[in-house]
């Protein structure tokens, strides 16, 4: 408060759920994977979730090769994405991948 030393007040403007802060402020879905875990049943797996949640959200698919250091960063055409609970619930299990959304 002002004049009143140590004491702090927070006055909150507005209030939201994190599952709406998540769909609107979501600019992207980041996934990467290294090389070594790169394979058929993978991608076919990493597909098919990203096939059952469209949405207006880019997806950007890195692989990386930690040994050399290397990485590239694939951009995707066909997937839009929605950051829904469903589509990390079908990301988690897949071996080795990591994701983050960016804002």
Not at 56 to 69: I, Q
Not at 78 to 103: K, N
């Given at each position: 408060r002002y004049n009143q030393a140590?004491?702090?007040?927070?006055?909150?403007?507005?209030?939201s759920l994190l599952s709406?802060?998540?769909?609107?402020?979501?600019?992207?879905l980041a996934v990467q994977l290294p090389?070594?875990?790169?394979?058929?049943?993978?991608t076919t797996?990493?597909?098919?979730?990203?096939a059952h949640a469209p949405g207006p959200c880019k997806l950007t698919v890195t692989v990386t090769a930690p040994e050399e250091a290397m990485q590239v960063a694939l951009c995707s055409q066909q997937y839009r994405i929605q950051p829904?609970?469903?589509?990390?619930?079908?990301?988690?299990?897949?071996?080795?991948?990591t994701y983050r959304?960016?804002?």
């Amino acid at each position: 408060r002002y004049n009143q030393a140590d004491v702090w007040e927070f006055r909150p403007r507005k209030l939201s759920l994190l599952s709406e802060v998540r769909e609107k402020m979501s600019k992207s879905l980041a996934v990467q994977l290294p090389i070594t875990s790169v394979n058929e049943a993978l991608t076919t797996q990493l597909a098919q979730a990203v096939a059952h949640a469209p949405g207006p959200c880019k997806l950007t698919v890195t692989v990386t090769a930690p040994e050399e250091a290397m990485q590239v960063a694939l951009c995707s055409q066909q997937y839009r994405i929605q950051p829904s609970d469903a589509l990390f619930a079908a990301l988690r299990p897949l071996e080795g991948i990591t994701y983050r959304l960016q804002a």
